[in-house]
Every structure is written in C-alpha cells, then in structure tokens.
DNA sequence: AGAAAAATAGCACGATCGGTCGTATTTTCA
DNA sequence: TGAAAATACGACCGATCGTGCTATTTTTCT
C-alpha cells in the first residue's frame, strides 16, 4: 500500500473518533491535525475538501457496524437466533461507542436531518439499509416458524431501533445503570407479542 | 411590561425556532439578529453570555412541552386514557416541531450527551422529568385496575420513549410516510402488554 | 418638559474556521 | 543513484465566531 494512503486511512480513522463526539460538522480540521500531531494543511492534502474527509468517515462507520454488528449475527442460524444476536451487538455497539462519544449514527440522524447534500443522502441510505436487515432477519423467523406468518418484519425493525435510541438516551445522557436491563426487556417483550404462541405465564413486570 | 423584557422574549422564541434548526451551539448570535433585523450588539446586551441565552432557549422549550404535550393530557381521566392522549400529544409534538426543525430535546440529546455544563444539567433533569411523568401518568392505570398491579411504570415510560424516538427518525430523516402508523401500532402493542387482560383475537401484524 | 435610565447600534478585538499556494522534504522507481 | 512524483509544511486569505467598549437613540419617570 502506499504511505500516502496508508496516512489517509489513518486520518480517517482518528476523525471517526472525533467526529463521533464532536458530529461531522463540529470536526475541525485544524484540532483533527493538532490531535495527530501534523499540519493542518499536510491532513487537508489528503482531500479535496472537507466534505470528502466527512463521506469517508460515514462510510468507515458503515464498514465497521457491517463488521461488528451485521456479520457475526448473519453466522447464526437463522430465525430468533439470529435475531436474538443481532439485538445483542446493536445493544452492544451503541453501549461501547459511548465510551467515546456516541453512536455516530445517532448523531448524525439529527445533525443531518435539515441539512440536504451527499452526506445526508449517504446517511438515509445506511439507515434504510439497517432497518431493511433487520426485518430480513425478522422474517427469516417467519419462515422458520417461530413469528406469526401474518405479522410484518419492518414494524419489527421500527420497533428494535427505537429500542436502541432510547438505550442510548438513558445510557449515555441520563446516565440510568438499568439503561441496558430496560433494552432487554423491551425487546423480550417485543419478541414475544410477534410469537405464535404466547405463554400466559410471562409478565411485563420488572 | 418593560419593553426590554418584551424585547428579550421575542429573541428567545426566535432562538427557539432558530436552535430547533441548528442545535443550540450551531445557533449564530449574527445571523440571529440578522434574522431579527436588529444589530448583533442590541441583540447581545440582552443576555450576559450566549449561554445565558441558550438556557433561557431551553427554558422556554419547556414551557411549551408542559403547556401543549402535558397540561392537556392531565386534563383527562386517569389511566389509559390519560395516557393515550399523552402519547399522542407527544407524537404531535414531535411532527410538529419536524416541520421547522426537529424536536430540540431529542437534537440536544445528542449534542449535550457529552458536553458538560449547565445547559447539560438542566437538559438531563427535563428528561428525567418527562420519563418521571410518563411513568406517573402509567401508575394511574395500575390504580384504576387497567394495567397489572406488578407491571412497572418507569419500564412503561422508556419504551414509549423510545417509540417517540424512531418515530422522529423514520419520519424527518428518512422521509417514511407509514411513520406515525407505525408509532401508533407500536404504541398499542405496548399498551396490550402491560393490560390485566390481553385477547387473543389481537395480533402484531400490520 | 427635562433628566435619568434603558435599549440599541457601530465598531473593533482576538480566535478559529475551511481552504489556497509556494516551497521544502521524502518516497518511489527506472 | 538521480530524477520525477508524492507528500508535508508554514504562511496566509476572507469569513465568521462570541464578546467587549462607546456613542447614540429611545423609553421611562418626576
């Protein structure tokens, strides 16, 4: 590999970090630079502008939520397995991105939301993408008889994202250490209204 | 009233609508009072620092939410009922502020998470404050014999929460018009699971 | 009406922003 | 090894930021 693209990976690298507590917009070139000790100039010459430096950001962020959070859940068996997983390393994405930061897709949702362009086109695209796996995995529990066969995959995706939203909000805002025990909860819940058979025995109690 | 006093709160409810857009850091003192047809300096004087202006921003946002989301809702009978009109005068809320912006408690959430300060604190107790009023409004239904006496209100509260959330996600930033139906259908699910009784004649689908 | 007080505008400040340019250094490869 | 290409640097630009200071206009009160 080059030693210029290997710098830009780099630099790449060092402003998801800061991009995730400071938003895309916030990322300053200049305390990006100061922060891996080059000049500010010597970053900027690695893009065209800022923009570009913003798009490839996003698009390191989707590379790594597919790596950590999509592929292992994809190597269960399908159906509430999968789907079992695949909550668990949302859950666990989010809980760890707010060690540094958030999850810069949260993040971005609202900095964006107004803000028409690129990045907010590459935005909507990663977040329909999610929802969209998420209710394939959904229906894979269809097929495997586990849900109702007349209930639908995108309310369940709907559903589990706010689940993770609002994780976040507890966990990293408000600070609530039963954050995570409430998002696993609701999503016991939520798994089970979409069940075929539920047992009267369980409760929405704490 | 003093003039100036009138003066000061019209600059607040224009920051308002202005922070709704931008968030309270990307909220410009210039382009304020350009937006106001005043000078930055009268517009200045009226507040010691941008955070003092900021606060009263927040301050007034909370106003309005008690004034037009909760007043209403504890205007009618306790339990379901009560709570149903709270959630839906909060899904309007929340689609009505989309309309100019977003839903400036959602926007700071996320811009504040990790920025601490006074703005921070007073973010963190309006939240908490909603999440203790949800889950009051929910104790209402375990008294009037709706819900199951062990069900927990404060659970309750942070998955509606968390519905409010999605919601304004799928609506504002990716533009689903099948949004608020779908936040409806997840709140009536919600509601279900924490009844005395649930029919089975009700299922999930769409 | 006139004086005291409040409100507003004009101006300038230091800092920081994204971005450009000419030049020096380093890497690459024949 | 030497030259071309890639990379990094410091200086600088115009714009905008929050925030003081001062003068002027407007409101308020006796």
């Not at 060092?14 to 891996?36: D, I, K, W, Y």
């Not at 086109?121 to 007349?150: H, M, N, Q, Y």
């Amino acid at each position: 590999m080059n030693k210029g693209e290997q710098k830009r990976q780099d630099i790449i690298a060092h402003a998801l970090t800061l991009a995730s507590q400071v938003g895309l917009e916030g990322l300053s070139l200049g305390a990006l630079a100061t922060s891996m000790d080059i000049s500010k100039s010597g970053l900027f010459a690695h893009f065209k502008s800022k923009e570009a430096l913003q798009i490839a950001v996003l698009e390191l962020a989707c590379e790594r939520f597919a790596a950590e959070v999509i592929a292992p859940a994809l190597a269960q068996p399908r159906g509430e397995r999968r789907l079992n997983t695949l909550f668990d390393n949302y859950i666990g994405w989010v809980r760890d991105q707010s060690n540094q930061g958030s999850c810069i897709f949260m993040s971005l949702a609202h900095e964006f939301d107004d803000r028409p362009g690129e990045i907010r086109d590459l935005l909507v695209k990663s977040w329909r993408d999610w929802g969209g796996t998420i209710a394939r995995v959904a229906a894979t529990a269809i097929t495997e008889g586990e849900f109702r066969p007349d209930c639908d995959p995108a309310q369940f995706a709907f559903e589990m994202i706010g689940i993770a939203m609002v994780f976040e909000n507890a966990h990293k805002l408000l600070g609530e250490v039963q954050a995570e025990a409430r998002a696993r909860m609701a999503f016991k819940r939520l798994i089970r209204s979409y069940r075929l058979s539920e047992p009267r025995s369980q409760t929405a109690s704490h």
